[in-house]
């Protein structure tokens, strides 16, 4: 320090006050740069990475709402595997989230295809689409659960009237069969706009030149949606639907408002069967091994954006 | 334009038949909305009776259920309570996420790698990984059952967002500008306040309108951390405080499902262009 101040007062420059040396250090690149991500890094650590740990250590304790219990190892995972409602859980999530996020990978494509065509009203149809991603998920499934009612269900008053169901119809929410469908409709209907608008912004992104390079080699439409379009979008595609599985897999509104998981446990969800035991229940430590079962596919999906898709 | 060989008929043909697909997802998207409004405004009586016609008013118009909804519930102060979260949360989220969006998009230093992958995870990470341990959280911070336990737990997911982002906002800014200010003889922060903000707007807004969005629409937290009638979110509010024992009173809930959309309806409408590059730039710039 001192030998600093002599250099500087060498070279003739007025000597710097303590809040100017303060403020040529923080001129720096490292430190501006190190002290400009701080309360981010802070919030990840504080608030993300290290109630991620209480997680496992929950999961490895008897930890009831109200009274830290002790540590009993795998105990928790050895109760849960072996319990009925869990396994049915794990079934449920992986039934709902393929069909869901097949079904949302098709649609989603053949809804952007439409939205790339040249209509009227282009900016008022989008808009409309993208309308169920944007309303408050519990609230519009609150509707879909009214549509969905046991006695006055609209879905069942048209297929009646349609000749499609005969009456009285399933009662969708409550019997065990139908549940399932009804949670998985609401997800896609949820989910499409999200598909479609990410979609059509890789459609908008291929060269046009492309097609007519293809129509000209005698590709009809499907020829070139199989040669030129799905080959292009696929980088695309699998952001999105690497994404949306994610989402799917740890989704809790659509059933917590529209089922509670029931009935009969046919539509619980990890995150759904984590609430009822860590949070209805109180057996913290159990909820949390529940929750931890996320982990695994959260990890195989953040590896597969990092190793393939972050490094184009 | 068109590769031109088609004719006429085929591409009327080709037009009518985009309209015609179009129909079916348009009414899908739309129908639940429809729904929700119409049952807002309908008697009880034709509500639950099986003869009528559900897709329509038959007996009237009435208002009964909103005046319900205001002046018999909590749904002013459930409003309220998003308001200030969604307002604070995101205000805070925003300037973190300036803050962190600008050092990991063009500043050099050792671990910039590292902390852009962390910010990365951080964003995949589904709420509902973290809500148990949370919940324990905001009790020994003795903001449980309160407000405060929401705005302190929104940035975990709106700040990895929203420096997302803005990452790719403030890399679109020439480096050159940033240059030129700090040889003038501006500061860096002067740098990042008068020149690279500015001129970065549209990104802000973005993150604005989804930060906003985002946390007014939550619902796993708002439902897990706040018990309190007094203290509900809207959404929360509407969806458990409204169903009186075991019975769901349909006219009113969707009252409360319909107004406590509006607000982000009307943002949408206003914005919606922002939603649609944001939404775009956030998955897909990943």
Known sequence: ?312 | MDVGVRSRGARIRSTAFGYANMIPFLAFALFPFYYMVITSLKKDAELYNLKAVPFLIQTGVITDHYRYLFFKTEFLTWIKNSLIISVVATSVSLVIAILAGYSLARLRYRGVGAFGTAVFITYLVPPTLLFLPLSQVVVWLGISDTIWALVVTYPTFLVPFSTWLLMGYFRTIPREVEECALVDGASRMQTLVRIVLPMAIPGIVCVTLFGFTLTWNEFTYALTFVSQTANKTAVVGVTADLIRGDIYYWGSLMAGAVVASLPIVVIYVWFLDYYVSGLTAGAVKG
Do not use: C
Not at chain 1, 75 to 92: K, M, P, W
């Open chain 1, 1 to 312: 320090m001192a030998v600093s101040q002599r250099a500087l007062e060498a070279t003739g420059l007025p000597r710097l006050g303590r809040l100017a040396r303060v403020r040529e250090w923080w001129e720096q690149e490292h430190v501006f740069g190190y002290s400009l991500i701080v309360p981010a890094l802070a919030l990840i650590l504080g608030l993300v990475a290290y109630p991620f740990g209480m997680a496992i250590y929950f999961s490895l304790s008897d930890y009831w709402v109200g009274s830290p219990g002790q540590f009993i190892g795998l105990q928790n995972f050895r109760d849960i595997l072996g319990n009925e409602i869990f396994r049915q859980t794990v079934y449920n999530s992986f039934v709902f989230s393929l069909i869901a996020v097949v079904l949302k990978t098709v649609l989603g494509v053949w809804l952007a295809m439409l939205l790339f065509r040249n209509f009227k009203f282009k900016r008022l149809i989008r808009g409309a689409v993208l309308l169920p991603w944007v309303i408050p998920t519990a609230l519009s499934v609150l509707a879909w659960g009214w549509m969905f009612d046991s006695l006055y269900s609209v879905v069942n008053w048209t297929g009646i009237h349609l000749g499609l169901i005969s009456p009285p119809g399933p009662n969708w929410l409550g019997m065990t069969s139908y549940a399932m469908t009804a949670v998985i409709a609401v997800n896609v209907w949820r989910g499409l706009p999200f598909f479609a608008i990410i979609v059509l912004a890789g459609l908008v992104s291929i060269p046009r030149e492309y097609y007519e390079a293809a129509e000209v080699d005698g590709a009809n439409s499907w020829g070139r949606f199989r040669h030129v379009t799905l080959p292009l979008l696929k980088p695309v595609l699998a952001v999105v639907v690497l994404f949306s599985t994610i989402f799917t897999f740890s989704d809790f509104n659509i059933v917590q408002v529209l089922t509670r998981g029931g009935p009969v446990n046919t539509t619980h969800l990890f995150a759904t069967l984590a609430y009822q035991i860590g949070l209805t229940g109180g057996n913290l430590g159990q909820g949390a091994a529940v929750s931890l079962f996320l982990f695994p596919m959260l990890a195989a999906i953040v590896f597969l954006q990092l190793r393939y898709i972050r490094r184009d």
